[in-house]
């Protein structure tokens, strides 16, 4: 039986064989491994790409204090972008699970439909939430828009749940049972993280401050933005960096929204501003990286 | 020599509900094909799974007919001159691809034409596929599409990733999104083999050896099959067995178990998990009460280890403790304190919070009860905890079931029965064949809580467009109209709509809908009856109920014949009809018919009123029927439209007065009766009627 980092391990080995480029986790607080600029801005334009990497993801609102046994605010998602996809890649997909012990000769594996949007980033996909014996454990997406873009070439994207999937291999009704390492719990790495975040995240962070950081994030992001046009040597031009600025409102988004301080007629308002500045980056990419084609 | 077709789309997983609609349209794609060449079949049918849309077809023939076409020219006496052809003779040879001597000379009504006869050779029928295939297959639709070769490449619902096109024993060759046909197909994706070579005649075969069901039917049975196997009783569900049938290649249902303990939770949220997150059936004990079990069906051929069966249990006590977990951590705050947290919840976001519909249902369901004479309490309180439990982890994720779980916790909090109940039953009814909210409390929440979405909905300007209808309007009308007349609460609509003349008319499409489809009045009844007015539906419905009891006597269509004449005349005198009538000046009328009309009339007036107030509206349909002698008579003695004015103006008045009085009821001149036809197409009239009058 695989340890969590074993699986980690195994699937990563894996994708790198198939040509992925493995990434360390992007350093940001960010809500997905579709956030990290490893797929939001490389999935964009016409250069293929392929790149496998565990992103832990935030999100706020998910926290349970650490008492519910499957809900985490911060939870571990194995990305792989393959682009463009290949025309065996469920295939492909069906192969890494037979890396990590599943012999799918003898289990109940399905697609059901399961498209994917994020009006936050402009993008939206089509694909299906793939079940293992009844359990969710990956969200395969062929991603249509990013940034309010129409992708050059078409990428699939495969989000692996990896506490869950571990769970099931390791047969844990709890992911903080899951054993991490050889005699360390996912509880012993993890619970105290679980626990005292959640206190911040419903019960101190201060919403003054957060408002604060969100538009001086937000001011940063557009002055960048701002300067591009005027920008002389643009292949130097800090897109990345802008990008940082819009994971960082999105993330204070998130947390406002924790923190129950987003009333209605706002919130609608806040996510066009996060939009905006994302869709001002995926811009600002796809004309720079066109300017180094053309160079 | 008569061919067969086997055409095999195979593809990543389609979304199951779309198949059938899907193979609607291509089997009528390719009829349409087969017309525009020329040819035909004698068998076709369609079929699918997840992974293939699949077409067959017999009969085909080897080619098509030949044809030959007249092709007409420039006139004889222009295409030649001195025995020799002239350049218009010469530039319709040249245009045909042929010399002038393989001309014709055509007489027609307008002299002699130069024709040609322009033959083609049938062609084959397998080219013609072969040509025709990728753009039918491309125009399937489907309600989401996406690309995957690149942008600008072709759309389909899922990746296409191989074709099986074949006529007869040839391959039918072409390529689609870079797929090129041919004559293999792929089995179950970890249970059968890879580019299978396949023929028209034994590829279901092969397919079965492969672990593919490509009939519906037979997955539909095996499943059932398999569920009669399972020694339980399983609650059946067409629906989910439906889906089961369009997500799976090979479906075998297993039986798994849990807990017992669970069964302390609600009903509800149990079988909901099941259904709508795990896909599964509920099972039954001995007393129609819920089992501690439930089957999966599987998309594969066994669990000879019990491993799906043990990774499914497993999944579903995961499911279960979270939802006793939410159970117990919604319980720490009641209801009635989350009242203020609906401000964080958006309803619409110009139409504010769910705080700010909350405190106007409670308002609106004030004032239901009030015009409804009814005791408000229950109402109102329903209505200000309505909407709390979308502040709860329950409904957050069994989404499903809001209003439900509000109303169980409402209970378990100690709220009393009516109010728990309607708050329980506030979406009802969900569809035309759901029943209405049992309780007045429960009606008057349900009519609150749609009328203001409705008028809210209307004022911003989301109204519905065509089949676009996200807000859902159509059904909280027809809800509405349903909680109304099944309810028996004759509420004053116009009240209720407010002034907005396109929500009034929003409603009378919903109120005829109502009447005709679900009650199943005719089509004219409810014109005429609406056309008197629908301010209150309990007393449409009576009107119509009289007005279908009354149409087969023998006075009553004739009457109703007499009547339409009236408005005619009428309106051919440009007298306002709508307007209040003018008094009738008994010295001006004509002793015999015209005087008794009148007398008779009169005689009948007050009797009529006195039906209508107490809405015996047979028996005053049945007095008015009961004038017909006289009308016919007056018909055929007096002239209406006599010489001397004042004595044609007394005579339109009477008339006047006669229609009315029976209009309050009906507007007769709507009934089609037997001696017209139909109007064209006779389906609903959809001419206006005043909102209310």
Redesign the interface.
Known sequence: MDTFQEVLFKLKKYWSERGAIIQEPYDLEVGAGTMAPETFLRVLGPRPYRVAYVQPSRRPADGRYGENPNRLYKHWQLQVILKPSPADVIDQYLGSLGAIGIDLRKHDIKFEEDNWESPTLGAWGIGWQVMLDGLEITQFTYFQQCGGIDLDLVPAELTYGLERLTAFLQGKDSVYDIEWAPGATYGDVRLADEVQFSVYNFEMADVATLWKLFELHEKECQRLLESWRDYPDKKRFPVLPAYDQVLKCSHLFNLLDSRGAISVTERVAVIGRVRRLALGAAQCWMEQTAAEVVQ | MSLPLLLEIGT??I??WMIEPALNHLQSLFQELLEQNRLSANWMRTDAT?RRLVLRAEGLAERQADSEELVSGPPKAAAFKDGQPTGAALGFARKMGVEVAALEVQTTARGEYMCYRKKAAGRETLQILADALPELILKIYFP?T??????GGPRFI??I?WIVALVGDRVAAFEVAGVRSGDRTYGH???GGRELLVNCGNYEQILRDNFVLVSAAERRARIETGLAGLGVKVKPDPALLETLVY??EYPTPILGGFDPEFLKLPEEVLVTVMRHH?K?FSVEDAEGGLAPHFV?V???SA?P?G??R???E?????RF??AR?FWNVDQHKPLVDRVA?L?????Q?KL??YLDKTKRVVKLAKRLSKLAKMDGVAAERAALLAKCDLTTDMVKELTELQGVVGGLYARAQGEPEEVWRAIYEQYKPESMEDTIPATPAGRLLALADKLDTLQGCFRVGLVPTGSRDPFALRRAAQGVVKILVEGKLGLPLAKLLGKDPALAEFFLDRVKHYFREVRGFAYDEVNAVLAAGWDDLTDVESRLEAIQAVRPTENFEPLAASFKRIKNILRQAGIDTARARPLIDAALLEAGPEAELLSAFERLRSRVKQFRKKREYRTALESIASLRPRVDLFFDKVLVNAPDEKIRRNRLTLLHNLLNESSAIADFSEIVTSTEPRPAGSGPQEEKAQPYE
């Open positions: 990543e997983e979304p199951d997840p989401k996406m690309y995957w070769t690149g942008k899922r990746p990733r994706r970890l249970l997500i799976t795990q599964y999966a599987m998309n594969t669990d280890e491993l799906v043990r990774g499914n497993r999944v579903l006590r995961a403790n979270d977990f947290d401000a964080h919840v958006t309803f976001t504010g919070s």
